[in-house]
């Protein structure tokens, strides 16, 4: 982004991983604009586990709506739209989408720094890729070209990184074996956490948060190392990295901001506060929260791996039901439902190098 642009941002309900009819909304009201979509965030009602294709679902129903405004290819809007999906809506999360629009305007600089969008892809990873210092140098260089397409030069200035990455199936890992290749694990569950982390720490890696070169042992190993502002979520629908930053530029007239904390535990509601605080959406010694001018909350969600909260036990890590990201997910998503006074919240599960283990970065979008 080299000119001054306006962003804007649309949270839409949806009914179902198909329902597009929020974002048609948008059109037909001339709210939006098809061509100035550049990012649509999605939390759809799956499993958010391997087989959970409502993601996929949801991804291929925005861009074929998107195809039939734009007349291309769905399969170019892909590239042209940062399509990012994130299963499972347990407890009170709702399923929903956050639609960002990019819209060049006159002006100059801001003196005052507004919300600012910019995204970018990695190539396609190999299967013996995902987990490994490769898929991290890969990331960190996306991010770096994700904050140029947003105008934002400081890494202070940096909020949020969301990233969609690929996972490993049993067809990735027998392709990756024809060829001699040795994989980080077969497991493809356990795969979604090893792209996840390393996709974080190519974010850390990018904003200087971790220093340079990281061992790939330390991936899932060493949790010392991670990013405050890094999102990274799973899916078997794609075979790239899909990375949006989130952040504030003087380069945008946005009538919105962007502000973050990282909580230290999933019950940790003053680093809450302090992303709530930082947004001005609530005031100082005030638990009053402003609802009507948040436009989203996004948070990673993940149940501490020693098996307490504060000292005390949690049961999530062995339960044989539901896994453990869906109770974290369920837990997070009412803290900040409860906090924010909506439940259509981006909260997504599995925080792998995203904040400190059992913790996870929170961000918020108001009105500025």
């Given at each position: 982004m080299?000119?001054?642009?306006?962003?804007?941002?649309?949270?839409?309900?949806?009914?179902?991983?198909?329902?597009?009819?929020?974002?048609?909304?948008?059109?037909d009201h001339k709210l939006a604009a098809p061509e100035h979509v550049v990012a649509i965030f999605g939390k759809t009602e799956g499993n958010g586990g391997v087989n959970d294709y409502t993601r996929e679902y949801a991804s291929r129903s925005f861009a074929s709506a998107l195809s039939s405004y734009l007349n291309i290819p769905a399969s170019v809007v892909e590239e042209r739209v940062a399509l990012v999906m994130s299963g499972g809506t347990e407890g009170v999360l709702s399923p929903h989408a956050t639609v960002f629009c990019r819209t060049p305007v006159d002006g100059r600089d801001q003196s005052e720094k507004r919300l600012s969008i910019g995204f970018a892809l990695t190539r396609d990873?190999?299967?013996?890729?995902?987990?490994?210092?490769?898929?991290?140098?890969?990331?960190?260089?996306?991010?770096?070209?994700?904050?140029?397409?947003?105008?934002?030069?400081?890494v202070e200035d940096v909020h949020f990184v969301q990233i969609k990455c690929p996972l490993l199936t049993s067809d990735r890992v027998r392709e990756a074996a024809t060829r001699g290749k040795?994989?980080?694990?077969?497991?493809?569950?356990?795969?979604?956490?090893?792209?996840?982390?390393?996709?974080?720490?190519?974010?850390?890696?990018?904003?200087?948060?971790?220093?340079?070169?990281?061992?790939d042992r330390a991936i899932l190993e060493d949790f010392s190392l991670f990013s405050t502002v890094a999102s990274s979520s799973a899916g078997i629908e794609l075979l790239h990295n899909v990375v949006v930053v989130l952040g504030n530029s003087q380069m945008s007239c946005s009538p919105y901001r962007i502000s973050h904390s990282v909580m230290q535990d999933a019950i940790d509601m003053d680093g809450v506060r302090k992303a709530f605080l930082d947004g001005s959406v609530i005031e100082n010694g005030s638990w009053h929260v402003d609802s009507d001018r948040i436009v989203n909350v996004f948070a990673k969600a993940e149940p501490s791996p020693d098996g307490l909260v504060r000292n005390f036990r949690h049961t999530m890590l062995n339960d044989t039901d539901i896994s453990a990201t869906r109770h974290a997910r369920a837990a997070v998503g009412g803290l900040l439902g409860g906090m924010s006074g909506c439940s259509a919240i981006y909260v997504s599960g599995g925080a792998e190098h995203q904040g400190p283990s059992g913790g996870g970065p929170i961000a918020v979008i108001a009105t500025a």
């Open positions: 080299t000119a001054t642009t306006k962003v804007d941002v649309f949270r839409i309900t949806m009914d179902g991983p198909g329902d597009v009819s929020g974002l048609i909304r948008l059109f990873f190999r299967p013996e890729e995902l987990g490994t210092g490769m898929q991290i140098r890969e990331t960190a260089k996306a991010v770096g070209l994700a904050m140029d397409d947003a105008g934002i030069e400081n040795i994989v980080v694990t077969d497991d493809a569950y356990g795969s979604m956490a090893y792209s996840r982390g390393a996709s974080a720490l190519g974010v850390a890696v990018a904003l200087g948060e971790v220093a340079e070169p990281i061992d």
